[in-house]
């Protein structure tokens, strides 16, 4: 038959497979998308059932008392410390870093490409790498486990992931804008500082709060910098051992106690919501960023 173009279209065997493909990925990845949410209820669900026999506002606003009593105050304060003086280290670097990345370096240039992929290997390095890594560079020179090493750890966690969403978020504002400074004749260094990180906060802050949420979180460095301190005392001085909320968790899971379990359940449970929470958060403040850049 001679071909006719004002004929109906109408389906071949080639386009019922691509369409029958096309379905199965998409009930696949859908499957794969609630699976994994699931999955995340399950943890949630599960923790705050085995921790919320142990929580009450002494368990928060209290130091633990002996093996399986008091709260999680000191571990707590400790918690928050030790990971705001390592965002103290790993922020400015991680936001400089993506300053470089996409304002002052070259699309070929080969110093950018090596610490592009510096960045991509720190990000998967394994944490208890970093805490041996730290182990040698500060606890044995001191002879002593600190916080100040916890610290140095837990920047080096946090350093890629603040370099990676910053550069990621700087893409996002309009060359417009970078080629209206240059039409008034404003120098780099005041563009950025002027026009372009003002248009970028919102995707910055979002992308420090993951950043120390995902530090927040960590056991194997502190494992290995800092394991030893008081259990039972507040400690502040990070050049001594500082109590953190998942090395609580870490010793007291183990004891043959059931109280000190449940204390480590709800250990569990107050940290995962803080996290939970720092994550919402960030997404909110991410979202009110896109809005404004009108992405």
């Not at 059932?49 to 999680?72: E, K, Q």
């Not at 950018?112 to 805490?131: E, K, W």
């Not at 290995?224 to 899971?253: E, K, R, W």
Request: a positive charge.
């Amino acid at each position: 038959m001679p071909f006719d173009p004002t004929a109906p279209l109408t389906p071949s065997g080639n386009l019922r497979r691509r369409t029958a493909v096309s379905r199965f990925v998409q009930i696949t990845a859908t499957a794969a998308a609630v699976f994994a949410v699931a999955v995340l209820v399950i943890v949630l669900w599960g923790v705050a059932v085995r921790g919320a026999s142990a929580l009450s506002f002494g368990f928060v606003l209290h130091n633990p008392s002996g093996l399986a009593g008091g709260g999680i105050f000191n571990s707590l304060l400790g918690t928050l410390e030790i990971v705001a003086f390592g965002a103290l280290i790993a922020l400015p670097i991680g936001i400089l870093t993506g300053l470089y990345l996409t304002e002052f370096a070259g699309p070929r240039s080969r110093t950018a490409g090596a610490l592009r992929f510096a960045l991509d290997i720190m990000a998967g390095l394994p944490t208890i790498i970093v805490g041996l890594f730290v182990y040698g560079l500060i606890v044995i020179p001191q002879h002593r486990q600190s916080g100040f090493a916890g610290a140095v750890a837990l920047a080096i966690v946090m350093l890629p992931l603040m370099a990676r969403s910053s550069q990621e978020v700087l893409l996002l504002v309009p060359g417009s804008l970078r080629e209206a400074a240059d039409a008034l004749g404003v120098s780099r260094w005041r563009t950025v500082l002027s026009v372009i990180l003002p248009a970028a906060f919102g995707g910055i802050l979002t992308g420090a709060i993951l950043a120390t949420a995902r530090a927040a979180g960590e056991t194997a460095p502190l494992l290995i910098c800092d394991s030893i301190f008081a259990p039972n005392a507040t400690q502040l001085n990070l050049f001594h051992g500082v109590p953190s909320v998942s090395m609580f968790i870490y010793q007291s899971y183990d004891l043959p106690l059931a109280q000190a379990v449940t204390r480590a359940w709800g250990a569990a449970f107050v940290l995962m919501m803080l996290i939970l929470i720092a994550n919402v958060l960030a997404r909110l403040i991410l979202a009110r960023s896109r809005g404004k850049m009108g992405q």
